[in-house]
């Protein structure tokens, strides 16, 4: 039975995007069959981080009905698969999303941080991993657990990014699965349009996404 997994926060540029491709392709080299489905429609971001070009289908055809949700899989060099984001409303995605469930082991879901989008997002989401980053207060943490909670989608835990290794282990009893720290890696991979699990796949940060991996496989 497929897991589809969302990477949730409600503040901007925390690194969802990153946590997403990259656990992906950690669950990948697991050997699972995984899927990343960029469900921010607001902007083109995975596009933008992973330089993607000349998308035959893009999802936004898909949910205006002219094609089927698998048309719009983008086959990375890695062999992971991606559903990248195009600009556009959110009708019709939890109808298109059920074409996707009777193949994947995984569906890792990047979601928007506007409360109305993400709610719909999260319709299709079984779990949730909550990213925090160090520029937001605790609240929002409080406020993603209380979202879950009512939306009934279950909470994984939390992932600190740009934090250093002397963090919290726990926040609002819920563990915190792994913290990401600042790394040149991870800069240098962005730079080279690319997850740093590829770029770098024997350094501390790509170490820490495989663990993360291990730890919800």
Request: proline residues 4%; hydrophobic residues 40%.
């Amino acid at each position: 039975m497929v897991r589809s997994i969302a990477i949730v926060s409600l503040g901007q540029g925390t690194g969802k995007t990153t946590i997403a491709l990259n656990l992906g392709l950690a669950l990948h080299q697991l050997g699972y069959k995984v899927l990343v489905f960029d469900a921010d429609f607001t902007k083109r971001n995975m596009i933008d981080h992973l330089d993607i070009h000349n998308i035959p289908v893009s999802v936004g055809q898909v949910l205006n009905g002219d094609a089927h949700m698998t048309d719009a899989i983008y086959k990375h060099v890695t062999g992971l698969r991606i559903i990248p984001s195009t600009i556009h409303s959110y009708d019709n995605l939890s109808y298109h999303y059920q074409d996707l469930l009777g193949d994947y082991d995984y569906i890792i879901l990047d979601t928007p941080i506007q409360l109305p989008h993400l709610e719909i997002v999260l319709q299709n989401a079984g779990e949730a991993l909550i990213v925090h980053g160090p520029d937001y207060s605790s609240k929002f943490i409080s406020d993603a657990v209380d979202l879950l909670y009512r939306l009934r989608v279950l909470n994984l835990g939390i992932l600190l990014n740009n934090f250093s290794e002397k963090s919290v282990n726990e926040l609002y009893d819920y563990p915190v699965l792994e913290k990401i720290p600042t790394d040149n890696d991870v800069i240098s991979s962005f730079k080279m349009k690319n997850p740093v699990v590829q770029t770098h796949p024997n350094g501390n940060v790509s170490k820490k996404f495989h663990r993360l991996a291990k730890r919800l496989s």
